[in-house]
């Protein structure tokens, strides 16, 4: 959405998001909630953490904005951009109707039409592109959808890119646009955005968490030979499988009772002592005894399954992370203090 004046503040459109979310009531939320992806939730979640008091002039002003959106983009999909823009005007009169169109346009995401896209389609879409490119790309797009498309790469082309995303903090909106509508283009696809602040160190910790083993372990060994204390950023943002040591009892109960017990037994063939004894020493007797005698009989095990079965893992304690279940820490940082 568009930022705009309100009587006694100018609200961001995060801000403003917020404010409707909480103008909803916590039922109605929560079913909003069921349709945003990790990202738009953990933004929503922040904003409003840290909303002020709201005037009823505010409040009023933000709910008359997400109505007429709300019909406007009932009225684009009924019967296009012309019809949708003409009954406004009747209603509204030029003015408020282009505005309105405006917001509609400005409220899109960038490279949404990508959202559906395979992460092989994009591969392809992206061969012979310069590493900036591939990186503004790859910044818009889910982690898990980037982590897939950068194990295909080159390893020395991998680090350019990683290095590349790590300096898109922000980037001008002309940019963004310019590289939507040539990837566009090449899909066949219509999209148009305003949407600039992806990117960053945080986004490269959550594209190495979905990366498999070995492209991870490549590409931090190389960019440590030029940027080692980007590595040593991204590390203290990661978890690793070996951070399990690092949960409380309660915690790795609680996700242990989520994960299959096969991922478990294969997933601890190649882990730390450590990280063994915490895990069996949170199971029951029952249990122990189980995983034990699996683990005896388990052989020939391919490292890449036991990758496969750590990851597995790993997202599920991400999840329950999200969920405030969990809390993660990398190597014994963010210590919780009674």
Not at 130 to 136: F, K, N, Y
Not at 184 to 207: P, Q, R
Not at 238 to 251: G, K, P, Q, S, T
């Amino acid at each position: 959405m568009k930022e705009s004046s309100s009587s006694e503040e100018k609200l961001s459109s995060a801000s403003k998001a917020a404010a409707f979310i909480v103008a909803l009531g916590e039922d109605t939320a929560a079913e909003v909630y069921k349709h945003l992806n990790d990202e738009e939730i953990e933004e929503l979640s922040l904003e409003i953490a840290s909303i002020d008091n709201l005037s009823q002039d505010q409040i009023k002003e933000i709910m008359d904005e997400f109505y007429e959106l709300f019909i406007t983009q009932k009225l684009i999909a009924e019967g296009g951009q012309t019809y949708s823009y003409n009954v406004l005007v009747s209603a509204f009169g030029k003015d408020k109707a282009k505005a309105i169109m405006e917001r509609i346009h400005n409220s899109n995401r960038a490279f949404e039409f990508l959202k559906n896209v395979d992460y092989k389609s994009i591969l392809t879409m992206l061969q012979n592109e310069l590493p900036q490119t591939i990186a503004c790309v790859l910044s818009h797009i889910s982690s898990k959808k980037s982590a897939q498309i950068l194990a295909e790469f080159p390893n020395d082309l991998q680090v350019e890119i990683f290095r590349r995303i790590a300096d898109l903090d922000s980037i001008s909106p002309e940019v963004v646009r310019s590289v939507e509508e040539i990837m566009a283009e090449k899909l066949s696809s219509d999209a148009s955005v305003n949407v600039v602040d992806f990117g960053g160190v945080n986004y490269l910790a959550d594209v190495m968490n979905n990366l498999d083993m070995r492209t991870e372990k490549t590409i931090m060994e190389e960019l440590n030979e030029t940027d080692p204390e980007l590595v040593d950023e991204i590390q203290k943002l990661m978890f690793v499988f070996d951070d399990i040591a690092n949960l409380d009892n309660r915690e790795i109960q609680t996700f242990l009772r989520e994960c299959d017990t096969k991922d478990i037994t294969i997933a601890l063939k190649a882990a730390s002592p450590d990280v063994v004894k915490v895990i069996l020493g949170n199971m029951s007797q029952r249990q122990q005894e189980t995983v034990k005698t699996d683990m005896q009989y388990l052989h020939n095990v391919r490292m890449r399954d036991v990758e496969e079965a750590q990851r597995k893992i790993i997202a599920v304690i991400r999840k329950l992370e999200e969920t405030g279940e969990i809390v993660m820490s990398k190597g014994g940082l963010d210590e919780i203090i009674p």
